[in-house]
Structures are given as structure tokens and as C-alpha cells.
């Protein structure tokens, strides 16, 4: 069966400080790979999505960048975090190919508080 | 463009009664439906979707969901809730297509709160 591991599960960070959030994928092949961002405990909102290695796309402009250096590991970074960074992200998978009928599968998220 | 509203900020029931979450969509074209629940401090646990075929859909945990293309919605249902599903509820939306990748469009959430 396919999980889902991200970690760390709580990080405290201070204002510019580096960042690197890390989602691993067992059990799927070349999966298409979500990173999110779960502001004050609702809406979603989708900061990048990566349908094969080295293959990264941008939803918003922010002060994070993603990278997918193996088919099964995408990760979250910055350079210097700014306190609005704080929130809950959430890495997804979902199966390839299949167009929009497969599920997001979540991890169980990192929250990410900037101080 | 895809769009979900869940019109209910929040929905209180007792332990026992139906529960039901509304959700609305607009997608051009025919819709992947899905709805999600995350419990506190986790992440989003996929309960069901809507593909095609028939309306009523059933999925994880005794919930279920109804299909409604004349009135775009797409509500999910519980018969008789436990306080354990209380939890915080998402729709969410993809464009039917099969040739291509497509973004979901999550709703904002419904916070159930089931009480003894």
C-alpha cells in the first residue's frame, strides 16, 4: 500500500532563517506531487505541484521554492523565511495518468511557526 | 474557471441525528467531485468522490454523498453521526477531463461538532 511521510512535524523558526520541509512517497511510481498551505486552520491554497523529476510548477509568487531531486521526494524550501510564512503545510500524491479522477492523498502536515 | 462554496461555516448536531454538509460546485464541463476530513493538527483524509455513474456515492465511515447535477451540489450525508466525527469537512472540485492534470478547487471548510 502507498503512504505518505513528511517531517519535520512542528518547526520554530526564526525570521530569515532557512527552511527545508521534506515529503517522501512509498509504494507509487511517478507520482504527481502537491505541496500546500493551510492558513489559520482552513482554506487550502496550492503552492506547487510537480508531475515528474526536476519538474516544478509555481501557483503563487512567495518566498518559497520547491524541487523534486528523486521521483518519490519533494521538497520545501526558502531561503529566508518571513514571519507570514508561518502556517501548516501539507504535502499531497496523487496517481499519474488517470487525468482528474484520482484523490489527493495528504500527509499529516508540519507546522510552521516564525518568529 | 472551478469554484466550490460550502455555505456552512460551522454545522452542530446531536450525537445520533443525520448529518449533512452542503457543498455547491461551478466547472465547466462535468465535475470530479470529493470531499475530505481533517481532524485536528493532521492532514486531509480523502472520504469519496464522484466520477460518474450513480448519484449516490458511498465512502469511508459510514458517510455518503448525493450527486445533483440540476442544482450543482454535491452534499454529504452521515444517517446517524458519532461526537468522533467531529472534525472539520472540505469539498473539492476538478474538471472532469481525462487528457490532461487538473488543479482542485477546495471549498473553505465546514467545522461539524457532534455532541453527546
Known amino acids: 500500500s502507498q503512504t505518505i511521510h513528511q517531517w519535520p512535524a512542528t518547526l520554530v523558526q526564526p525570521v530569515g532563517s532557512p527552511l527545508s520541509l521534506e515529503c517522501t512517497v512509498e509504494g507509487t511510481s511517478n507520482p504527481n506531487l502537491y505541496w500546500y498551505r493551510q492558513a489559520a486552520g482552513r482554506g487550502l491554497q496550492l503552492l506547487f505541484y510537480s508531475v515528474g523529476i526536476g519538474q516544478i510548477s509555481s501557483e503563487v509568487p512567495q518566498n518559497l521554492s520547491a524541487s523534486r531531486p528523486q521521483d518519490r521526494q519533494f521538497i520545501l524550501s526558502s531561503k529566508k523565511l518571513l514571519l507570514s510564512d508561518s502556517g501548516f503545510y501539507l504535502c499531497a500524491w496523487s496517481v499519474a495518468g488517470q487525468g482528474g479522477r484520482p484523490p489527493l492523498h495528504f500527509g499529516n502536515g508540519t507546522r510552521l511557526t516564525v518568529t | 474557471a472551478q469554484s466550490v462554496a460550502q455555505p456552512e461555516d460551522q454545522v452542530n448536531v446531536a450525537e445520533g441525528n443525520p448529518l449533512t454538509v452542503k457543498c455547491t460546485y461551478s466547472?465547466?464541463?462535468?465535475?470530479?467531485l470529493f470531499w475530505y476530513v481533517q481532524y485536528p493538527n493532521r492532514g486531509l483524509q480523502f472520504l469519496l468522490k464522484y466520477i460518474t455513474g450513480d448519484n449516490l456515492v458511498k465512502g469511508s465511515y459510514g458517510f455518503e454523498a448525493e450527486f445533483n447535477k440540476s442544482q450543482t451540489s454535491f452534499h454529504l450525508k452521515k444517517p446517524s453521526a458519532l461526537v468522533s466525527d467531529s472534525a472539520l469537512y472540505f469539498c473539492?472540485?476538478?474538471?472532469?477531463?481525462?487528457?490532461?492534470?487538473?488543479?482542485?478547487?477546495f471549498g473553505a471548510g465546514t467545522q461539524v461538532v457532534v455532541t453527546p
Open positions: 466547472v465547466s464541463g462535468n465535475p470530479y
Open positions: 473539492a472540485v476538478r474538471p472532469g477531463r481525462d487528457d490532461s492534470w487538473g488543479k482542485f478547487q
